[in-house]
């Protein structure tokens, strides 16, 4: 079984400045399943990534994502207000499985 | 648009057995087109996919959850639901139903129901 590891497991930034996110495959997975989500309190997640970089329908073009084989990175080139959440990585496909998520928080 | 709802007990008993529906609107559970899962979260922590079923009746259990984990599809109601065996307190979470386009990322959520085991 395929495991994700996300890092940081938090993240501290202020508005304006860039965050990149982590997630590492235990083992080389094809860049054409792995997905980004964004989870808000109370809230179920929301797809922002699909096949490792490209972008779901209305997802803005400050996210962007990148990587092949066991490293893959979810980056917000300029953090927002509402960008502050949780993040998580996913791998669809033939199995599924998360990530433990990063939490996005204001510093 | 696909809209799904999802319904459970809210509370359950240590041992008992839980079942869960999802309902779906805006398409149909026969659809080629589409998967069907559910994906759990306990109070504060990550996601955890737990079970898919395809429209040829192929499914996907996540390994620790298998030997006690089943999903079907009810095409008659045009939903489908979750079999869980035997809950303990570790099953308390929030549950959410989802689905998107075949073996694709998810696309579609319910908007969750909370689960909790207990006595």
């Known amino acids: 079984e395929i495991v994700l590891t996300q890092s940081p497991g938090t993240l501290a930034l202020s508005p304006g400045e860039r965050a990149t996110l982590s997630c590492r495959a235990s083992?080389?997975?094809?860049?054409?399943?792995l997905a980004w989500y964004q989870q808000k309190p109370g809230q179920a997640p929301r797809i922002l990534i699909h096949?490792?970089?490209s972008k779901a329908s209305g997802i803005p073009d400050r996210f962007s994502g990148s990587g092949s084989g066991t490293d893959f990175t979810l980056t917000i080139s300029r953090l927002e207000p509402e960008d502050f959440a949780v993040y998580f990585c996913?791998?669809?496909?033939?199995?599924?499985?998360f990530g433990q998520g990063t939490k996005l928080e204001i510093k | 648009q696909l809209q799904l709802q999802e319904w459970g007990p809210g509370l359950v008993k240590p041992s008992e057995p839980l079942s869960l529906t999802c309902s779906v609107s805006?398409?149909?559970?026969?659809?080629?087109?589409?998967?069907w899962g559910w994906i759990r979260q306990p109070p504060g922590k990550g996601l955890e996919w737990i079970a898919t079923?395809?429209?040829?009746?192929?499914?996907y259990y996540t390994p620790s959850l298998k030997s006690r984990v089943t999903i079907s599809v009810d095409t008659s109601s045009n939903l489908f639901a979750l079999h869980l065996s035997s809950v303990t307190a570790a099953d308390t979470a929030v549950y959410y139903c989802?689905?998107?386009?075949?073996?694709?990322?998810?696309?579609?959520w319910g908007q969750g129901t909370l689960l909790t085991v207990s006595s």
């Open positions: 989802a689905s998107g386009w075949y073996r694709g990322w998810v696309d579609y």
């Open positions: 805006g398409g149909s559970v026969s659809s080629s087109s589409y998967y």
């Open positions: 079923i395809y429209y040829n009746g192929d499914t």
């Open positions: 083992q080389s997975v094809s860049s054409t399943y």
């Open positions: 096949g490792a970089s």
């Open positions: 996913q791998l669809y496909g033939t199995s599924y499985t």
